[in-house]
């Protein structure tokens, strides 16, 4: 009888996915909408219409049985008693004749799991883990990124007047991650990608760089006033590292494991470099308010080294230049340390 009634439950819940187009009968993949199988739907309505079938031909016979129990003029209490009886006699036998349909509902069940894993229908054990090897493949993809740090200048030698100067640095950047896993089932994959980043120095004690006639750079005063005096340049950066992945294998079925490699807890290393784009010299102040982009030695090329925690698609980082942010000696020995944040979609 519960079978019955779990079967009756599955009935109505395929024709409210159908019908009323609402939530999805199993729903494996939450972010997306599962249709109902074919043969699942198909099967469903068959053995739907053959209860009704059941329960309509009992129906009849019941009425017919009533009618002459109805033609006895038996007292009320009587005729409430024996039709009682009646109607428990045929609800049992209907109860027996949908119990003779001999309906699979562990099958039935089944096939619509597959379904809402493969999105197709499966007829056999080997198609079915040809299609489970073919959607649980190993990750190979771009995934949005965005990020922002708080930068350092750290410098081997004593402080420079850059240094003793520089109030705020940061390091903001976004672009394109590309992931790589090994296999299915390894916790080891490469990461790649390109981003696009901006690296600013902020300065205070109204301190601004300037150029000498050698183009050379130093930090000189305005003696006004300034209320911004920053120094920032976009770099087309490229990483390029591996990932360890520490979440569990999980079992596909078949025989078939996998092991989500975007979520969970990963560490990950990589070297980067980078390729300037432009440097933007800008001061604002009392009588002043400009914008220059010429030349003022910030090295046009960048390498260095990252290392990343992350969970799930959150992520913390340290990243070290290995050369310095100013060339030809100017500003030596000041090598950008970032500490940052990243968000991946």
Do not use: H
């Not at 640095?169 to 296999?183: D, I, M, P, T």
Request: hydrophobic fraction near 35%; aromatic fraction near 12%.
């Amino acid at each position: 009888m519960i079978k019955k009634m779990i079967m009756m439950g599955f009935v109505c819940l395929v024709s409210t996915s159908i019908y009323a187009q609402r939530k999805p009968l199993v729903n494996l993949q939450p972010k997306e909408d599962t249709e109902v199988s074919p043969i699942v739907k198909e099967k469903v309505d068959e053995y739907a219409r053959k209860i009704d079938a059941i329960i309509q031909e009992e129906k009849k016979m019941m009425e017919a049985e009533l009618l002459t129990l109805q033609a006895k003029n038996l007292d009320k209490a009587e005729f409430d008693k024996q039709k009682a009886v009646i109607a428990d006699r045929f609800s049992e036998k209907i109860d027996q004749r949908i119990e003779e349909l001999g309906f699979d509902l562990d099958t039935v069940i089944q096939k619509q799991v597959r379904y809402s894993l493969l999105n197709s229908d499966v007829t056999s054990n080997e198609e079915l883990k040809e299609k489970l090897l073919k959607k649980f493949r190993p990750a190979k993809n771009f995934s949005g990124y965005i990020s922002y740090g708080i930068m350092n200048l750290t410098n081997s030698e004593a402080d420079n007047a850059l240094d003793k100067n520089l109030g705020y640095a940061g390091n903001f950047e976004f672009g394109l991650k590309f992931n790589y896993q090994f296999s299915r089932t390894s916790p080891w994959g490469l990461i790649s990608g390109i981003g696009f980043s901006w690296r600013t120095l902020s300065l205070d004690n109204n301190m601004f760089v300037a150029k000498d006639a050698n183009s050379n750079v130093y930090l000189a005063n305005y003696e006004k006033g300034l209320s911004k005096s920053k120094l920032r340049t976009g770099y087309v950066m490229v990483p390029l590292g591996v990932q360890y992945n520490f979440s569990k294998l999980k079992n596909a079925g078949m025989d078939v494991q996998y092991r989500d490699y975007q979520k969970g807890f990963k560490v990950g290393a990589n070297v980067y470099g980078g390729v300037k784009m432009s440097t933007n010299n800008i001061m604002k102040g009392e009588g002043i308010s400009d914008r220059d982009r010429s030349n003022y030695q910030v090295s046009p090329f960048i390498y260095g080294g990252q290392f990343t925690v992350s969970y799930d698609d959150f992520s913390i980082f340290v990243k070290k230049d290995f050369g310095n942010f100013f060339k030809n000696g100017n500003f030596e020995n000041d090598k950008a340390l970032v500490f940052g944040v990243a968000l991946w979609w």
